[in-house]
């Protein structure tokens, strides 16, 4: 027998943590491995050896895991590069050190690409006995293959809950004015999106789409002669057609070569206010709320993170099992469903799903029908939350004890 | 027989339209007046004859209105002032054409000052059949003589949950990071001071206290010290000791003579960073979702709000209630419990309750015992929220049927 190794990366999400509550169940179910290790901060912790235990974590403490937002492991945007030799080695002599077998690592675009590397890796070296798998996360739904990614749903579900509960604020006055939710979405508009499922969005703006300021404005005068009021939501990742963001002028970069965005939602204020189109907008930017929110965590979302785990865990018993990513596919029938699948990591790193542009109607005035079947199952139902003294119950993060 | 209107001013809340669902229910239960009105966007609507029947409102209805956030009916920021006699007199009028007794109007220190002003008036003119009652509601909790006012206690729900979230997901990464939540309050603390029920933040700065920025940087730098971490809350309202506001680049005026504040978070970071006290930092101000973020309902704070609703109107039955703020009473008792009462809307009228003193700790360090025993209890319990579709159900506001 052997050992096995779950870590997360990447930024943290409402769900993540259910699909380690899923690896660790399925091994309390059937023992393949003999100790389930947690790897504290994603890769860069696993380089130094900072393991903790989690095979016998009880089924209060799994319950409560499922619930818990963020990456109670811990997490890191440290990447795996091929040129880094040293990185490689120093990953498997931990393996070998501690017997790990499979590492099942949680995470986005780029960590798949680590799944892909780590299992090239260990293929060049005719490593046999160290397996990579990879469980797809990500609030921003871009990941290629999978129908959608774990996380996606429950920040969609809060986004389009907020966006109705302040379109119901900013309607009780009487006076013009004009809302505008940002969402996150660097690259793909699923989140700003999904706001849409509140049936209350005028306007939405994508990074699918360049953005042109005169339809746009033209638009937005639409809405405000017409009623007084526009509701506009808008992704963070909003660019002109020469490439530049509509938040450029708060650009910056984080290491990964990603631009951090922030303050689209403050340029369209800026721009409805300089030129006239209404006299008064507010902006609520959901930061990072969206991606933790797990108090209204969407149901579907949730089990399937937790499906997801286990289906990574009993996959992994098979010995040629590697350099793969569990995704999710929708079954073809009338009732919501889904089946687990697995991929080659290598066809999801570095990739992005973007919103489908025949799903975008024209003038931002919202989304397709095709796009409300696809998004509407996701957001359905609500898990029981076990609460504390008035607010959710949490496990303590493993990388604080 | 004759009628009553009920009407709500000022900022909406999470639970003020269950305030609304008191009234309507208890004439139901004790059908004292022939019809229940509701009167579209406060005094500004009434004085326009916008009115609509409540009367018959089913109980699904009700049920459903008890969870919806802001108002319902509409709101207004119009204030009746003493000097302009006409608005006093249109009222009047109004309330004459509709055979309407009793007005119950539901808002903060100016709307209480509303109630005052009318009752005034009609006690001036010998008008005694016509009563005016006043029935608190704020996030910002900030009414004296009553022991809390609906609604706070839902967004200190909120708040705290969001900080422990927010907490969980600024802590996945080793890299040293200050996050900073901004919460509404502007003269007040109480929303702020109640994000401390998370357990989880370092430094809490409220309005009640001049802004020392020396010793404010020299803890935020302890912290970073010791953990590489800083969780910081701030209240929008916050101002230096010569009375400038920190977010003071942003300050407006709102008409009323009220400060339109935002941009506490934002200079709280501008401060961490040009100094150099941490390398990074996040803000995340939670603006108007706070006050209406309704899925998330403190149970004590919906229950106590619809049942101040139905107390004012069965007091009402008393031909000399008039010019009466009902209000919340919290009994000596172990358990947490409340009796309402009454009192002359005078006397909260344009007060101000801060939040105490004694109960701020030095530094910046958070909140007393005692402020903790008035806080927790407030936000306990969940009600069951009715969904439709992945997103709680909602009533349509009734100014736009």
């Known amino acids: 027998m052997s050992n096995c190794l779950v870590a997360q990366s990447g930024g943290p999400s409402s769900v993540i943590n259910a699909t380690v509550a899923g690896v660790v169940k399925a091994n309390q179910l059937n023992p393949v491995y003999d100790t389930v290790y947690g790897g504290l901060n994603g890769i860069e912790g696993i380089l130094n050896e900072r393991l903790v235990d989690l095979t016998h974590m009880s089924e209060n403490e799994n319950r409560i895991l499922r619930q818990t937002p963020s990456s109670a492991l811990g997490s890191c945007r440290y990447k795996l590069k091929r040129e880094n030799v040293q990185d490689f080695e120093k990953l498997i002599q931990v393996m070998e050190k501690y017997d790990i077998e499979t590492l099942f690592y949680t995470g986005g675009n780029d960590s798949m690409d680590t799944v892909a590397a780590l299992s090239e890796y260990a293929a060049a070296k005719g490593i046999t006995n160290r397996r990579f798998v990879g469980c797809p996360k990500t609030v921003d739904n871009d990941l290629m293959v999978t129908d959608h990614c774990p996380g996606f749903a429950s920040a969609a579900k809060f986004i389009a809950t ?215 199952p996701l957001i359905q139902g609500e898990p029981v939350i076990i609460m504390e003294n008035g607010i959710p119950a949490y496990v303590k993060p493993y990388y604080m004890r």
């Open 162 to 376: 907020t966006a109705m509960q302040t379109w119901l604020d900013v309607n009780v006055y009487t006076r013009q004015e004009v809302f505008v939710l940002e969402t996150m979405g660097r690259d793909a508009g699923w989140l700003a999106a999904s706001s849409c499922l509140s049936g209350i969005v005028d306007l939405v703006v994508l990074p699918e789409q360049p953005f042109n300021k005169e339809v746009f404005l033209a638009e937005v005068k639409k809405c405000i002669e017409e009623k007084n009021k526009c509701y506009v939501v808008v992704s963070e990742g909003v660019r002109y057609a020469d490439g530049t963001y509509l938040a450029a002028g708060e650009a910056k970069n984080d290491g990964f070569g990603h631009a951090i965005l922030g303050g689209a939602g403050n340029a369209i204020k800026n721009l409805i206010l300089e030129t006239g189109t209404a006299s008064r907008c507010k902006v609520q930017d959901l930061s990072t709320a969206q991606r933790c929110h797990a108090s209204e965590q969407s149901l579907v979302d949730v089990e399937e993170s937790f499906k997801l785990g286990m289906s990574a865990h009993m996959r992994s018993m098979d010995k040629a099992f590697t350099g793969k990513m569990v995704g999710v596919k929708r079954k073809d029938t009338a009732e919501y469903d889904v089946e687990f699948f697995a991929t080659d990591a290598s066809n999801v790193a570095n990739h992005v799903k973007n919103f489908p542009a025949e799903w975008i109607l024209p003038n931002y005035r919202g989304i397709s029908d095709a796009a409300y079947s696809y998004l509407r």
